[in-house]
C-alpha cells in the first residue's frame, strides 16, 4: 500500500511539471511546440504578448538625434495601417549604441497614451519626437 501512495505521489509531482504558468496575463502569439513532442531546458516555447499595454520600441534613434531627446517626452506616433496618429511618451533610451545601415542608433521604447480601435502588435509606425 505505501509503495502505491509513492507512486501516486511521483506521479502527481511529475503532472505537476508539465504546468506552464505564464509571469503576466496576455495573449499566445507564437507556439513553437506540438502536443508530445521533446523540448531541451532554455528553448523558447511560447510567445506571449500583453495587447492591452502595447508599447512602440524603435532601433533607428541616430546619434545625430539623440539630444533632442529625453525620457519622458511626448511624441507623436503614426499608426500607417489604420492611418491614425496617437500620443505618447519615451519611456526608455538604450545607454548602449547599434548599428544600423553603417549609422550609430540607439533603440527607444515608448508607451502609448491610447490604442485605436484595430491596432496590433508589430504593426509599422512613425514616430515625431516633440
Excluded at 509571469?23 to 513532442?37: C, D, H, M, S
Excluded at 548602449?96 to 502609448?112: C, N, P, S
Aim: aromatic letters at 4%; glycine letters at 6%.
Amino acid at each position: 500500500l505505501q509503495q502505491a501512495r509513492d507512486s501516486l505521489k511521483a506521479a502527481q509531482a511529475k503532472l505537476e511539471n508539465t504546468h506552464l504558468l505564464a509571469p503576466f496575463a496576455g495573449t499566445i502569439t507564437t507556439l513553437n511546440i506540438v502536443a508530445g513532442e521533446y523540448v531541451v531546458p532554455g528553448q523558447a516555447l511560447i510567445a506571449i504578448s500583453d495587447v492591452t499595454n502595447l508599447q512602440v520600441v524603435t532601433t533607428d534613434l541616430s546619434e545625430r538625434d539623440i539630444s533632442n531627446v529625453s525620457v519622458g517626452q511626448n511624441v507623436s506616433v503614426f499608426v500607417e495601417a489604420l492611418n491614425v496618429e496617437i500620443t505618447g511618451q519615451v519611456l526608455s533610451i538604450s545607454a548602449v549604441a547599434d548599428t544600423l545601415g553603417g549609422d550609430v542608433v540607439y533603440k527607444t521604447t515608448i508607451t502609448l497614451n491610447e490604442l485605436p480601435e484595430g491596432i496590433r502588435a508589430g504593426m509599422s509606425v512613425t514616430v515625431q519626437y516633440q
